[in-house]
């Protein structure tokens, strides 16, 4: 099994582009996740899908936008990149049951925006 | 603002030693508390979790929980060299991961 992909790896981007990161997980979770990582301040949630068809704001959301198109994927959308922007990106999903709400982490995503 | 708070760090311990890393959370509430593993460069991955008062080991490791001092702790005995990484506890609320605050990590390094 795959586990979570999350697409791309890296990415360069001008302030003020837009950009689309891609995550799909084929653990049948119903959780899902997004996150950024900055050093010296851990991972920071951005906004998560509790389950197919719903999205809520972490703490975190300025500036992003999410869609989860299907139990699978749940994507990121920065639709005006800023310098303030550049992070490493995390998708994560979970089963979202209390006792067994592990997340489950891709490989990330390495932005930076000039 | 629901906080987990570690020492950043660096923790060094020599090869074969115990290392003891410490993890406070401020929210009473919290139910479930996870230790994740991170090198350098690569996402975090689970060591363990915990969510009963007391202790819980997996090998080498041990995950101690005290919800009263609001503290979780994880030992990692006989220390090598490939535990060197960045260690962060994470702490969840709720089912849904609304309130699933990760610490800032704490950097051990492992001395041969």
């Known amino acids: 099994n795959a586990g979570v992909t999350q697409t791309p790896k890296f990415q360069v981007l001008k302030t003020g582009q837009s950009m689309t990161l891609q995550c799909a997980q084929d653990?049948?979770?119903?959780?899902m996740y997004w996150y950024r990582q900055d050093p010296g301040m851990g991972l920071r949630l951005i906004y998560y899908s509790a389950s197919e068809g719903t999205t809520d704001k972490g703490e975190v959301p300025n500036g992003y936008n999410v869609s989860r198109l299907n139990k699978r994927e749940f994507s990121l959308r920065l639709e005006s990149a800023a310098p303030s922007q550049t992070s490493v990106y995390f998708c994560?999903?979970?089963?979202?049951?209390?006792?067994?709400?592990?997340?489950?982490f891709g490989a990330g995503t390495r932005l930076s925006v000039l | 603002q629901k906080e987990v708070e570690q020492n950043s760090g660096p923790l060094s311990v020599p090869e074969g030693a115990i290392a003891s890393l410490n993890c406070t959370y401020s929210?009473?509430?919290?139910?479930?508390f996870f230790w994740y593993r991170q090198y350098s460069g690569k996402s975090p991955e689970l060591i363990m979790f915990i969510y009963s008062n007391g202790d819980k080991e997996d090998g080498r490791f041990t995950a101690q929980l005290n919800k009263a001092s609001q503290y979780v702790s994880l030992l990692i005995r006989d220390s090598q060299p490939s535990d060197s990484a960045t260690y962060l506890c994470?702490?969840?609320?709720?089912?849904?991961?609304?309130?699933?605050?990760f610490g800032p990590g704490t950097r051990l390094s492992v001395l041969p």
């Open positions: 994560a999903s979970s089963e979202g049951i209390l006792a067994k709400n592990i997340q489950y």
């Open positions: 994470a702490v969840n609320g709720d089912n849904y991961g609304q309130n699933f605050v």
């Open positions: 653990m049948n979770h119903n959780s």
């Open positions: 929210d009473r509430g919290s139910q479930s």
